[in-house]
């Protein structure tokens, strides 16, 4: 679907259809005059009767076929003063779902209306345009690859900002080219997240990141299991060793033209393909959910990929390194047992009591290889950690884990703005280290369940030096989710705000 603008006026718009947000308790001719201009016969038109604006209502409104405009879908979002930017974004969702299913090609968007919502919710005109081309993309995504009969309709071939004044505005056109990268990056996560992972192997990962990268120029490096041990990544590979597929850690580099030589942003992305939990085998219910185990990484890609799409002049000011840590965890016969000790790669030994604590395993040694081969300004890993997580916060939302209350405080800030809802949790290090204590080696890998997300995050900080500003982002409860802009399955979480990690990072060069 393209992004269009239609300015100039009301004597310039056409499309087979026009969206026109609406709020409870309008009247008609309150709710979108200018359009009415193109549109003469929408004041009179009969369903208005029975149209009340409430959330989630949707009315078709028909004209003369012949004329420019000649259906107007009123998208009621309730009253103005109750409405949020969740509710808005499922609105423009759920009006897409609705064009595509009567086959709508072309599909406008009321400026004048959604001005109006930009002032109800207190943003920028400009924002508001990119969480509607976002939204409307994010409606549209279906994951429909096994489906022996896939749906009959297309997506519209276009959607359009009907607007009033002469020109667009630059800030606009900026805001919605964002919109179409951050919708390419969750759309390329969710698919990666969605593929089961009899398709999306380590090796397969790989290939997708070596794809994004030679896409946009970008270098690339892959780790197989004879380079991991070669680094001596050996929490790493404990996890990789009880499966058929190999281990795959692939490394995005992204130098922008007059980054180079820079500190870089590091992402670190867990890629449990599968958590079969190893020899501390999971239950088997939901088991299936654990081919999301690697929404972590799939979220590092999803950056890399909108992080290409943008143009130059909004390149980030630093390189970008993603780092995305593929393998399975199975109980095969050459699997981990609980008790078996590891050296890591910062010459830390872990006795593995869990072989289902296995991100933190895999990440620890990604995390010291990091910083071995770059000076980071700033790293960040992003993992569907632990359980513990989602029992703390719900589903849905994030926990953040950072020593740098700035660098939190962005974090859970981004997220809120970006429709990513994540909150900080307490990195407690005496107190959880002395949950992870071993009488035989430096740590356990798995301490008490109560707490345990807190135990996960300070495990990880053992891997971070001196002096690295780092966060922790624990996405156990928020990969998979349902939506008027989340077809059930794989949500994306992650890729706005990382990004957008990314792109502020720029404006504190030192
Ligand atoms: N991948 C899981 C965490 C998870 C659980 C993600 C549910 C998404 C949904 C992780 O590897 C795991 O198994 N964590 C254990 C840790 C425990 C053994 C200390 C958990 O949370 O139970
Ligand atoms: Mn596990
Ligand atoms: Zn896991």
Redesign the pocket.
């Known amino acids: 679907m393209d992004i269009r603008f239609q300015a100039g006026g009301p004597s310039r718009w056409k499309a087979d259809v026009a969206l026109s947000f609406v709020f409870e308790g309008e009247k008609a001719e309150q709710t979108c005059p200018e359009l009415a201009e193109r549109a003469p016969w929408l004041g009179i038109a009969p369903a208005w009767r029975d149209f009340r604006g409430r959330k989630g209502e949707m009315t078709m409104f028909y004209g003369p076929g012949a004329m420019e405009i000649s259906r107007v879908l009123g998208v009621g979002l309730g009253k103005g003063d109750k409405l949020d930017m969740t509710a808005f974004r499922h609105a423009v969702g759920s009006a897409l779902h609705r064009c595509r299913e009567y086959d709508l090609e072309t599909v406008g968007v009321d400026g004048t209306s959604l001005a109006r919502v930009a002032a109800r919710l207190g943003v920028d005109f400009a924002f508001l345009v990119r969480e509607t081309v976002l939204s409307a993309f994010l409606g549209l995504y279906r994951y429909e690859r096994w489906l022996s009969k896939k749906s009959e309709h297309a997506d519209p071939r276009w959607l359009a900002f009907l607007l009033e004044g002469e020109f667009v505005e630059d800030a606009v056109r900026t805001s919605a080219r964002m919109a179409e990268a951050e919708a390419a990056g969750i759309t390329l996560a969710r698919d990666a997240v969605n593929d089961p992972a009899n398709v999306m192997t380590p090796s397969v990962f790989a290939e997708k990141a070596r794809e994004v990268a030679s896409r946009y120029g970008m270098a690339f490096r892959v780790l197989g299991p004879e380079e991991l041990a070669a680094e001596g990544m050996a929490a790493y590979l404990a996890v990789a060793q009880g499966s058929a597929e190999a281990p795959r850690m692939a490394v995005v580099e992204y130098t922008p033209a007059g980054a180079e030589g820079r500190a870089p942003v590091i992402l670190v992305g ?1 890629g ?1 393909c599968f ?1 079969s ?1 190893g020899i ?1 085998l ?1 239950p088997a219910k ?1 088991m299936e ?2 081919k ?2 690697m929404s972590g990484a799939a979220a590092v890609l999803g950056v890399m990929e909108a992080l290409g799409r943008l143009d130059a002049s909004h390149a980030p000011a630093r390189p970008v390194v993603g780092i995305m840590a593929c393998t399975e ?1 199975m109980p095969g016969g050459h699997a981990t047992r609980p008790g078996d000790i590891v050296v890591a790669k910062n010459g830390k030994s872990i006795e593995i009591v ?1 072989t ?4 933190r395993l895999v990440l620890a040694d990604a995390l010291a290889w990091a910083q071995e081969h770059y000076r980071p300004f700033r790293m960040l890993d992003i993992a ?7 029992v703390a916060l719900g589903l849905g939302t994030a926990g953040v884990f950072s020593g740098d209350d700035v660098f939190a405080g962005e974090l859970c800030t981004a997220g809120e703005k970006l429709g990513e809802r994540s909150w900080r949790l307490p990195l407690w290090t005496a107190t959880s280290l002395e949950a992870l204590k071993s009488p035989c080696a430096d740590m356990v ?3 008490p ?1 109560e707490g ?1 997300a807190i ?2 995050a300070v495990f990880l900080q053992q891997f971070i030096r001196e002096g690295v500003t780092w966060a922790h982002i624990d996405m ?2 928020a ?1 998979m989710g349902e939506s008027p802009i989340n077809a059930k399955g794989a949500t994306g979480f992650g890729v706005r705000t990382l990004l957008s990690v990314v792109l502020s990072a720029g404006r504190m060069l030192q």
Do not use: W
Request: proline content about 0%; some cysteine.
């Open positions: 867990k449990l958590d939990g501390s999971k939901g959910d654990m999301g185990d965890n869990n289902d604590a296995e991100g569907t950690l632990t359980g513990a997580c989602a890998n798995s301490g369940r345990g135990h996960a156990a409860a990969d």
